[in-house]
């Protein structure tokens, strides 16, 4: 096991600040696996503050996050992070979970309740002997033993939230419970993440929220934007990707460069850091980093 992922956590990386992360997922097949080794070691030469492995729904990628965190953790420099959810899980399935991840040198974890198997807009139905909701992740977490808890955050808001200021409890109760961090999900508009930030302050919640950015690399991506994010994609530029859709090449180009000044934006207002969703690849990355200046720190080293 790296002298890294035994000693170090998300919540010292915080601490330190500003963060650099990125998020991976599984892979699911010899190909994506190397695709994915592939992306891991190219921005392990950035130095990153941690790097996360996501979780199917239904934990359809269980061991295959319990797999990459591992492999991470012992042949890398890399601060591992798993995500884990509560869909179709039972609490003790969860607790042997946990229990499987600390065994294989990961404590740090992002806990989320998770999205119906199939279908994200699906009515929410709690395994019998589950969580209902992600505070009850946290707090099983926190009392499986040492372990820096993140929870997700919504710069629009959970898409089965009511309102934003219900929402925006709803956040803060997860925060209570013991989570230390929290990871927004993907978006386009900074005002949306200050405006959520602003929400969270107004209640008394001071944990670190970092944006989760991803970038528009096709028109794909526009079209999945809300079902991933919850939230409607930004009207004014959508139209200007709309005016590019002929142009692939320009399409990227224009994607890279509004990650980037929305990067730039949020650690001008302060944000902790940034958690770059990859897709398991690392050109956009590195392009945008480049862009962005980023030194590689020894604090993450």
Known sequence: MSEVSQFRTVRDALADGPTFSFEFFPPRDEESETQLWEALRRLEQLAPSFVSVTYGAGGTTRSGTIRATERIAKQTTMLPMAHITGVDHSVDELRNLVGNLAAVGVRNILAVRGDPPGDPEATWVKHPEGIEYAEELVTLVRDAGDFSVGVAAFPFKHPRSPDIDTDARYFVQKARAGADFAITQLFFDAEDYLRLRDRIAALDCDIPIIPGIMPVLSASTIERAPKLSGAPFPEKLGAQFAALHDDKA????????????????????????????????????????????????????
Request: hydrophobic share 40%; charged share 25%.
């Open 250 to 301: 320009a399409v990227r180009e224009l994607g890279i460069a509004n990650a980037t000044q929305l990067c730039q934006r949020l650690l001008d207002e302060g944000a902790p850091g940034i958690h770059f969703i990859t897709m398991n690849r690392s050109k956009a990355t590195l392009e945008i980093w480049d862009q962005l200046g980023i030194k590689r720190s020894p604090a993450r080293l």
